[in-house]
């Protein structure tokens, strides 16, 4: 998935994964969100190299509460 206006992207730090979704800690406000691996998302490493980037549609994005989503 790349970016695209009705997506969100945030730079995360990975907290857990498990068979069913994956918890992640929001770095620009410290909120931690726990998304299921079918909620169409996608979650690399950022350009720093010292955490990730998530991916996610906007409106899922507005569902779990995402800052500036």
Do not use: Q
């Amino acid at each position: 998935m790349t970016w695209l206006p009705s997506t969100t992207r945030l730079t995360v730090d990975l907290l857990a994964v498990d068979r069913f979704c994956l918890t992640v800690r929001d770095r620009a406000d410290g909120c931690e969100h726990t998304i299921a691996h079918g909620d169409d998302i996608a979650i690399g490493a950022n350009e720093a190299g010292d955490g990730y980037t998530l991916i996610m549609p906007r409106t899922l994005a507005i569902l779990h509460g995402v800052a500036n989503a």
